[in-house]
Every structure is written in structure tokens, then in C-alpha cells.
């Protein structure tokens, strides 16, 4: 069985509480994977770190 976020043809993700932690790591993961993330926080000003990154700029 393949993996569901590798085979998707659709590279779009919304990731809420992608500030911090797990919502940040699945952000990043996904900018790795090529996909278009909007990333959605309770603190915006927390998502300077990972806003406007390209999957180049990831760790």
C-alpha cells in the first residue's frame, strides 16, 4: 500500500496550529512533500518562522 500523502495529485494542505510543535512539523513535512501549505495559528505572530518558506528553505 502506498503512502497516502505521497500519491496525492492534489499538493494543497491547510495545517492549523502550524505555530508550534506538531502543526509545525506537519507544515514543514508537507513543504518537503512539494505541497502549497496555509498554515492557520491562535498566535499569527508566531508564524513568522514558518510563513513564506519554499520547500528549499526547509530543514
Known amino acids: 500500500m502506498s503512502n497516502y500523502l505521497t500519491t ?3 499538493k494543497t494542505a491547510l495545517v492549523t496550529g502550524a ?3 506538531i502543526g509545525k ?3 514543514t513535512k508537507l ?3 512539494g505541497y502549497t ?3 492557520a495559528a491562535r498566535h ?3 508564524l513568522s ?3 513564506g518558506r519554499s520547500p528549499a528553505e526547509v530543514d
Open 19 to 21: 505555530s508550534s510543535v
Open 25 to 27: 512539523a506537519a507544515a
Open 49 to 51: 518562522g514558518v510563513a
Open 31 to 33: 513543504l518537503t512533500l
Open 37 to 39: 501549505v496555509h498554515g
Open 44 to 46: 499569527a505572530d508566531r
Open 8 to 10: 496525492r495529485t492534489a
